[in-house]
């Protein structure tokens, strides 16, 4: 029996998943043959989605070797999960379209060497020899679905199955305001000290939504707390105290607001591995990650070093061969760091001296994504900026490379995505931030205000 629904997918649905071949269900799935060339000439570049390329490349040979004979690869090759024998249900077939061979006829998009118009007139043609079967195209592309349903494709559609909130105000925010005064709901409370540290636990009825590492705040400037375990009974709060909050002091940045001491408190945390940051521009991630850095490694001492690393669009792109050290040719991509070491030191007698001697001392390194993977990471705080630009699985590789005694520390704003198939809902920093939301040993924070000056308060909030 025939699936109802054929979907043809895009280069850049496989960079963004390559595991998405087994996830339309007993739908069947038709590749073009132009998205096997894409793939074919990404997949040698020293880029961050060669390795996704590879992986997409790997899991269609693997489904395609099955075929018994050349005509079953255009006809449609079943679909199995690598591993298993049988599954809950039937997953549909994969077939190779040979799109190439299409010539532009009516109601084509102009071919020449416009890939993109190669997959749509794909789509056009079997929308129009399958007129029984729902031919949906799928694509990150938001500019190729407007393209598409133009030329007269019926359906088209974004890649969704990996997104796990459908509102982007839906997506954890770190910290939970409470109106009026937090202890005067509170009927019954085990109050216990463990070090220098205070602890409650209540009853979970008083907290029925929070998670762990959540900060709790009242409007008493009295009450902070964070959240150090939830069970189905209780909730466990750590007493960080307002007042405690509000002094705290790293590399001379004190926090502006109550969001700001969450996050610094975050990040000096020795019991947390990530801090996720996120944000309007202008609202002091970066300056408050690297002056946590500087304090944890120079001063405290508990790092080696301070690893400093961001996507280089478009999406990670190779930081090229001309010469020059990799510190170097990250410069210009990392002139964030600069600009806030330079800030912190504005007031001091020779700037520039200051700054040099914070690179040296804290060994802050400026890394390509390239040369972070294969790598583990031992003793070192790493950032990573513009985190809204990568995918899930890029930051998978990423997270995955901190070793033993090693703190990952992500900024990103979701307002502010570049990839040109990425939006917030699917982004890597909106997939983090919902994923690592029960687990004890992440914190994210997402920072309020804008602080750099009046302009960029109201450019951010009137444009």
């Known amino acids: 029996m025939t699936a109802s629904k054929l979907y043809i997918l895009d280069t850049n649905v496989l960079l963004h998943d390559p595991k998405c071949l087994y996830e339309f269900k007993e739908q069947d799935i038709a590749i073009p043959m132009t998205v096997l060339e894409e793939l074919d000439d990404i997949k040698d570049r020293k880029k961050t989605v060669a390795q996704e390329a590879r992986a997409a490349i790997r899991a269609i040979d693997q489904i395609i070797s099955t075929a018994k004979d050349t005509s079953e690869i255009t006809k449609g090759v079943q679909i199995t999960i690598p591993g298993t024998i049988e ?5 549909g077939k994969l077939s190779i379209f040979p799109d190439h061979e299409l010539t532009r006829g009516q109601g084509f998009l102009p071919i020449s060497s416009n890939k993109d118009n190669h997959i749509i007139n794909c789509a056009l043609h ?20 407007l393209k598409a349903l133009g030329a007269g494709l019926k359906r088209v559609e974004d890649y969704r199955t990996d997104q796990l909130v459908s509102d982007i105000e839906l997506l954890p925010a770190g910290h939970h305001h409470l109106e009026g005064k937090f202890w ?4 019954q409370v085990e109050s216990y000290q463990e070090g220098s540290h205070t602890y409650h636990r209540i009853d979970r ?3 029925p ?11 008493s400037e009295d009450f902070c707390a964070r959240v150090v375990s939830v069970s189905d009974e209780s909730v466990v709060l750590q007493d960080l105290g307002f007042e405690h909050l509000m002094q705290q002091n790293c590399w001379g940045i004190e926090p502006i607001n109550i969001q700001q001491a969450f996050a610094m408190s975050a990040v000096l945390d020795p019991d947390l591995d990530l801090v996720i940051l996120n944000g309007a521009a202008g609202s002091g991630k970066t300056l408050i990650a690297l002056a946590c850095a500087l304090e944890m490694v120079i001063e405290q001492r508990r790092y080696n070093k301070i690893i400093v690393t961001r996507s280089t669009p478009p999406v990670a792109e190779d930081i090229g061969f001309l010469p020059g050290t990799e510190e170097e040719k990250m410069t210009p991509w990392l002139s964030a760091i600069q600009d806030n070491l330079e800030a912190m030191h504005e007031h001091d007698e020779r700037p520039q001296s200051s700054v040099k001697y914070a690179i040296e001392k804290a060994n ?4 390509s994504l390239n040369f972070i993977r294969g790598r583990s990471i031992q003793e070192a705080i790493v950032l990573l900026d513009e985190t809204q630009n990568l995918t899930p699985s890029q930051l998978k590789t990423i997270i995955t490379r901190c070793g033993k005694g090693s703190k990952i520390i992500c900024l ?5 995505i570049d990839s040109n198939y990425l939006t917030p809902l699917t982004s890597g920093l909106t997939y983090i931030v919902e994923r690592f939301k029960n687990y004890e040993g992440a914190s994210n924070v997402h920072l309020e205000g804008i602080f750099r000056s009046r302009l960029a308060e109201y450019a951010e ?3």
């Open 87 to 91: 599954t809950t249900h039937k997953l």
């Open 126 to 145: 079997l929308q129009a020899t399958n007129p029984h079967r729902h031919i949906i195209l799928v694509t990150k592309d938001i500019n190729m679905r």
């Open 184 to 187: 005067d709901r509170v009927e």
């Open 205 to 207: 009825s008083l907290l």
């Open 209 to 219: 939504n929070t998670y762990p590492c959540e900060y709790i705040f009242d409007d």
């Open 364 to 367: 802050i390194q400026f890394k």
């Open 412 to 416: 990103g704003n979701l307002a502010q």
């Open 461 to 463: 909030e009137h444009l």
